[in-house]
């Protein structure tokens, strides 16, 4: 079975090109979008260059390496599920369709997870005022030194990273001098909203998955010749995942890290032990 | 027949995906294996080349650029290109403020 042609094509192979020229051109779109937030990134990193480095030393670099490989495996499995369609495999498309979309999911769950760990350090800026126990404490410690400080900190974010940073067994720098904490959310607020659009992607891409296993399971792809829709769909996906590849480094890899303290970082977040 | 109509695409093999698969890991690997180093001011020049080379190898083989017509190519330069506008006029205009104050 080939397939149904539109009407407006004149055959086939028009079709799928037209198919494939639409994705492209939106993907054009979605590289401006990103292009635009990596712009931005780029100004304020060449200007606050410590602080961009010192706030990359506060991420958990441990679920950022699992997730890379994560993506990758989905990558590999969405381009297996091209061939599964072309060869008319309806089963093999249903498997690689559903592995991709739980790799997906196991992304999310673990960026959901650092978003989680990241709000229990109280590394979110802005004025909200949360105050983790540890800094509340590093604070009136260095309040009982210094009395001149007020009796609740300007800025709770600040005193959070502070201690967040002092306790880094890589990251070496003084607040201060190496960096400046009020500063460093400038870095956080980059963090947030670029690795939150590509999580909203990823939450697209999900769904878009989702509705293609529906019409696996329908039959819609019974006709070998609609592999199309399910290459455009990976387009799509391995975009998503190129954006990662450049977020990795810039956000994540900024600021010193270590293997070591990024096996530990990841086994902390699953609740294996290890430290910061 | 148009040309676009004469651009069939063959997939590729199961075996040339997974070998694509795995250089892109071992990509990944080096990626983290840089961002590990202490290289100072050359980590994010080749963070970001690695990243790059990532970026053009999943580009070429598995978004199956390799096999695309021009039209597709075009896509993709018009892409890169529009955004190195974005970034030269960009960080031209950004770079040459302030100059000394901060």
Same mark, same amino acid.
């Given at each position: ?34 292009? #635009?937030?990596?712009?931005?990134? %780029?100004? =304020?990193?060449?200007? !606050? ?15 950022? &390496? ?17 061939? &599964? ?22 992304? +999310? ?20 005022? $949360? ?7 590093? =604070? ?11 009796? %609740? ?22 607040? #201060?001098?190496? $960096? ?6 400038? /870095?956080?607020? /980059?963090? $947030? ?11 697209? #891409?999900?769904?878009? +998955? ?5 019409? %696996? ?6 006709? &070998? ?32 890290? %270590? ?14 032990? #290890?430290?910061? | ?8 695409? *063959? ?7 997974? *070998? ?16 590990? &180093? ?22 070429? /083989? ?8 021009? +039209? ?8 890169? !290109?529009?955004?190195? +506008?974005?970034?030269? /006029?960009?960080?031209?205009? =950004? ?8």
């Amino acid at each position: 079975m080939v397939g149904p042609v539109a009407h407006h094509f004149n055959n086939m192979a028009q079709q799928q090109a037209s198919v494939r020229l639409g994705m492209w051109l939106f993907l054009v779109t979605e590289v401006l979008f990103f292009g #635009g937030a990596f712009c931005a990134y %780029t100004v =304020y990193r060449i200007w !606050f260059p410590k602080d961009f480095e010192a706030g990359s030393a506060a991420l958990n670099v441990g679920i950022a &390496s699992v997730n890379t490989f994560l993506l990758l495996a989905s990558s590999l499995t969405i381009t297996l599920a091209i061939r &599964s369609c072309y060869e008319s495999d309806r089963k093999g498309l249903m498997r690689n369709l559903l592995l991709t979309t739980v790799l997906g999911t196991l992304f +999310l769950g673990l960026k959901a997870r650092e978003y989680h760990i990241d709000y229990q350090e109280g590394l979110v800026p802005g004025v909200f005022g $949360y105050l983790t126990p540890h800094a509340k404490e590093a =604070y009136e410690k260095e309040r009982a030194v210094n009395p001149t400080l007020p009796e %609740t900190p300007e800025n709770a974010f600040n005193e959070n990273l502070k201690y967040a940073l002092s306790h880094s067994k890589v990251y070496k720098g003084k607040p #201060g001098e190496d $960096y400046e904490p009020y500063r460093v959310q400038l /870095f956080f607020m /980059f963090y $947030y909203s670029m690795t939150g659009l590509h999580v909203l992607h990823m939450v697209v #891409g999900l769904g878009l +998955l989702v509705w293609q296993m529906v019409l %696996t399971a329908t039959g819609f792809f019974d006709y &070998s010749a609609r592999y199309v829709y399910i290459e455009t769909m990976s387009l799509y996906w391995h975009f998503v995942d190129m954006v990662w590849m450049f977020l990795l480094p810039l956000l994540y890899l900024a600021g010193p890290h %270590t293997a070591t303290q990024a096996m530990e970082q990841f086994q902390m977040a699953i609740g294996l032990g #290890g430290g910061h | 027949m148009h040309a676009v109509e004469q651009h069939i695409h *063959t997939l590729p093999t199961r075996g040339s995906t997974f *070998t694509v698969f795995a250089v892109l890991a071992g990509l990944a690997l080096l990626a983290l294996f840089i961002g590990f &180093s202490d290289l100072g001011p050359l980590k994010v020049v080749a963070s970001l080349g690695c990243a790059s080379v990532q970026a053009g190898v999943l580009a070429y /083989f598995f978004m199956d650029l390799k096999q695309s017509d021009k +039209l597709t190519w075009l896509c993709v330069a018009s892409a890169l !290109f529009f955004t190195g +506008l974005q970034f030269l /006029f960009t960080l031209t205009d =950004y770079l040459t403020r302030h100059l000394g104050v901060l």
